[in-house]
């Protein structure tokens, strides 16, 4: 499928878990992102990538990890889950219009 | 330093009504700026945007927003509410110095009465 894609879309999972949230793109934008949304914050900025290889923090990184070594795939990675780190988790990327295209989310519960 | 500043998290209309989101900004170098619509358990979609070339930009759905320079706002507008337009709007200021980055407002919440 042409676009972006995020999985999974809903992830169960229990505090101290390790968790990897997927993000691919078919248009291979050099810039993705990721955000997470909470009530009351926004979209807030986690990471992001200018092109493989290449990746720099961003306002809220701590407890995160993102790896890019395919320019299509951007992963996110909670090295070890809190109750913090419940959210709406949103992969973008960005082509040469500077817009973003998001995918449809993660819904991550951690309890 | 970037920032944006969406007056009002909820704005409500009756259907048919004049739609205007406030969105200011501040950019210390002539900006990219964007609204973006989300629907409930979506992602954000491109409205519309702006890139320094005509200053009354106009989007998708009927929407349309001005750059006002000396007001640094970026105000989304248009001129008859549908109820399908009752969504969440968020206001974004990109720019590509010290690395790319995109900032977000906090969102506007569009109430559409019938």
């Known amino acids: 499928d042409a676009g972006i894609t995020q999985s999974p879309r809903y992830k169960i999972t229990e505090t101290g878990r390790q968790v990897t949230l997927m993000c691919h793109q078919t248009?291979?934008?050099?810039?993705m992102f990721w955000y997470r949304q909470d009530l009351g914050h926004g979209l807030r900025l986690i990471y992001y990538?200018?092109?493989?290889?290449?990746?720099d923090k961003g306002e809220v990184p701590d407890g995160y990890v993102v790896s890019r070594s395919k320019t299509e795939n951007f992963p996110l990675t909670l090295e070890s889950a809190t109750r913090s780190q419940t959210s709406v988790y949103f992969c973008?990327?960005?082509?040469?219009?500077?817009?973003?295209?998001f995918g449809p989310g993660t819904r991550l519960t951690v309890l | 330093a970037q920032s944006v500043t969406q007056l009002g998290s909820h704005v409500s209309v009756s259907e048919g009504a004049l739609v205007l989101l406030r969105c200011n900004y501040s950019s210390s170098v002539p900006p990219y700026l964007f609204w973006y619509v989300q629907y409930p358990n979506q992602g954000l979609q491109l409205l519309l945007k702006y890139t320094s070339a005509a200053t009354l930009v106009k989007g998708i759905n009927g929407f349309e927003a001005e750059f006002k320079k000396s007001e640094t706002s970026f105000h989304l507008t248009k001129p008859s509410a549908h109820m399908s337009d009752a969504a969440e709007y968020f206001c974004a200021v990109t720019s590509n110095t010290g690395g790319f980055k995109t900032i977000f407002g906090a969102g506007t919440r569009l109430f559409v009465k019938a």
């Open positions: 973008a990327s960005t082509g040469q219009g500077w817009e973003q295209f």
């Open positions: 248009w291979s934008h050099s810039y």
């Open positions: 990538s200018a092109a493989a290889d290449i990746t």
